[in-house]
Structure formats: C-alpha cells, structure tokens
C-alpha cells in the first residue's frame, strides 16, 4: 500500500510542477526513500531527481553579493554630474599616458616594418648569390 502511495505521487510529480517548496521537500524526501525501489526505471528516474535537487541546491548563489560599491566610481563620474568643471588629468595622468603612447607606437612600427625589413633582406641576399 506504502509503495503504492509512494508511486502515485512520483507519477503524480511527473506530470504536475508542485508550486510550494514545503512540497518540494515532501517530494524529496519521497525520492530518497523510493531511491532503492525495486523496478530499474522507477529507481533511475528517482536517482537522477534526486541527483537534480542535490545540483539545485549546492549551485545556489543567494551569498553571493554582484552589487557594485558607489565610491569605486564616484570620482570618475561625479565632475561629468557637477557640470562646472572638466575633468583634467594630472600630470602623474599626463606622462603615463605619453609613455604608454610611445610604447604603443614602437610595437606598430616593428610590426609594420618588421615583415618589410625581412622581405627586403632575403631579395638583396637573393640577388648577391
């Protein structure tokens, strides 16, 4: 009679969503006592309910917080809302972004002279042997 029970609401669980978690966990306690059930299919499918909630349940994120602090941007975004004052780099700004520029432009010329210097090596080494 037990397992009779047990087997409706397991059918009944495959053709209904349950709403309430109070239920959910009612149904998960019944799949972990019809984990050992006697036909293969019934056991299967009840393992790999199971196995889904035990994954619903460590892959929740709820202590996790994304939220992003005000004062990290504070400083970018609030001379552009005061709109009486430009936003002027320091010169601290200024000479790291002049050495980031120079370094910048010394890559692109080796990648843009690199492979002409090389194509031009091997002509004039072709044409003196």
Request: one cysteine or more.
């Given at each position: 009679m037990?397992t009779q029970?047990?087997?409706m609401?397991f ?12 239920v959910?966990?009612v149904?998960?306690?019944l799949l972990?006592s019809?984990?050992?059930h ?10 790999q309910l199971?196995?889904g909630?035990?994954?619903?349940s ?7 917080s994304?939220a992003v ?11 552009a ?7 002027v780099?320091?010169?601290?700004e200024k ?7 120079t370094k910048a ?25």
């Open positions: 037990v029970c047990l087997l609401h059918h009944a669980y495959m053709h209904a969503q349950p709403i309430c978690l109070q959910l966990s149904f998960n306690l972990f019809i984990r050992g006697p036909t293969s299919e019934v056991s299967r499918k009840a393992k199971v196995f909630f035990q994954a619903m460590f892959l929740k994120t709820e202590g996790l994304y602090k005000k004062e990290d941007y504070l400083k970018y975004f609030r001379r809302a005061d709109r009486n004052r430009l936003y780099p320091s010169e601290e000479a790291a972004d002049q050495a980031e520029a432009a010394a890559v692109a010329l080796g990648v843009v002279l690199g492979p002409v210097v090389l194509i031009g090596a091997l002509v004039a080494g072709s044409k003196i042997g």
